[in-house]
């Protein structure tokens, strides 16, 4: 319990909202869950539980776990391991998502299909794996060209939790700045970081990560953009713009026009690959207007990511 309490007090310092418990917590009692839960609340966190598949299928059995989350204040569960696209599943994800509902529990489902649309009906559904992230961080794969495919696979078919962004040996090949890109550009309603909390606030883009929205007012792919080569997205939240680009195979400089910004001045905060280390940042400050353009210099399997703030004097 005390470690997950010292990282609810990491995530209350970075602003993040919940902090998602895993399987350890099947031998606490409701006392141990309800200290965490109170605590956690100090620090404007919530919790989420993480649950085996297999132990919403009995109805009863999800029945009393889903009161039991409502009574100690849980907010919502990760299920995981469903690992079928049967009809039964597939009736499952339905049983699962309007039960949580009537309890006002968020739900984030794991080992499981692509979403087709139930966040229409069920908008408690927060995300969804159905994807290959970085869990799968240890084994050799060719994150660059796969990072940069899924904006326009995968992910258009609805949100992905990829568990972004992490600073450590998992990111392989790519940079610190590619990391980062990736929390910006892949969707996901509720944005589970990959990274201990810890290596965020030590991280100096973290004000710029602070700062990242898990929903937004406007996406603007860029025509740059090539799957499996780059994907550039210029997205708005309020009046505060990312510029977020994940570099492929190949190292390259781009030039990007920032026409998509609105009228007016705009201070911009860049965060670019260094040539020489992969676990750096190098950082500008500069500022533009929509008739102005930014070259991105980027490494192999690197990134580029600015953050653009109205000046309003």
Known sequence: VEGMKEFSQLAGELGFEYNTVDAFWYRWTDEQIKDL???????????????HGRDVRDPQKRKELFERCRRLGVVGLKLDAFSHESKEFIDLYQACLREAAEHQLMLN???SN?????????PNEMTREGIRG???GRNQFEWTTHNTTLPFTRLIAGAGDYTPMIFGERKLETSWAHQIATALIFNSSALVFGAHPQAILDNPAVNIIKDIPATWDETVVLPCSEIGEIAAFARRSG???????LNGT??????????FLGEGWYEGSVWNDRPADAASLKTERVFCRNTDSLTGRMRAGGGYVVRFQLKTN
């Not at 839960?37 to 649950?51: C, M």
């Not at 009046?239 to 680009?245: C, G, H």
């Not at 190949?250 to 026409?259: D, V």
């Open 37 to 51: 839960v109170d605590y956690s609340a100090q620090f404007g966190v919530k919790i989420w539980l993480w649950r």
């Open 134 to 136: 970085l869990e799968y």
């Open 114 to 122: 692509k979403p087709t649309g139930e966040v229409r009906s069920w």
């Open 250 to 259: 190949a190292e390259r400089a781009l030039q990007f026009p920032l026409s």
């Open 109 to 111: 489902i794991h080992g």
């Open 239 to 245: 009046d505060t713009w990312f510029l977020a680009v």
